[in-house]
């Protein structure tokens, strides 16, 4: 099973409520794959206005173009990517609650 969807799975079935450290070993590990991912999304985006303007001067509109583009394995990666960069976000952003709660815990605690 691949980290995104291990942790999603954590994450759904509250395995972290009890585990500070857990939390923010796999915190790391988005972090990571969301560099990753962006480094592929940069590439794609580098590659997509000669792309897409080449695409433009075949048919009669933007969005015509735009669904031509959309439709390229490089349009397709994208919109891809950007949807598991924001499952990626939101993610983190849950851990980083889970990690705030548990420090807000232990402090009350000592």
């Known amino acids: 099973m691949d980290n995104l969807k ?3 799975e954590a ?3 509250g ?3 009890s585990n500070p450290q ?3 070993e796999d915190r790391a590990i988005l972090a990571g794959e969301y560099a990753f991912i962006m ?6 985006l ?7 303007n080449e695409m433009r001067r075949n048919v009669k509109s933007d969005t ?5 583009y959309e439709a390229t394995e490089d349009g397709t990666n994208e919109q891809g990517l950007r949807l598991r960069a924001k499952s990626i976000e939101k993610m983190m952003s849950a851990l980083s609650s889970l990690i705030q709660i548990a420090q807000g815990q232990a402090m009350n605690i000592h």
Do not use: M, V
């Open 6 to 8: 291990r942790i999603g």
């Open 11 to 13: 994450l759904r079935g």
């Open 15 to 17: 395995e972290y409520s």
């Open 22 to 24: 857990g939390c923010a």
């Open 39 to 44: 480094g592929q999304l940069e590439d794609i």
């Open 46 to 52: 580098t590659r997509k206005s000669a792309i897409w």
């Open 64 to 68: 015509s173009a735009d669904r031509a």
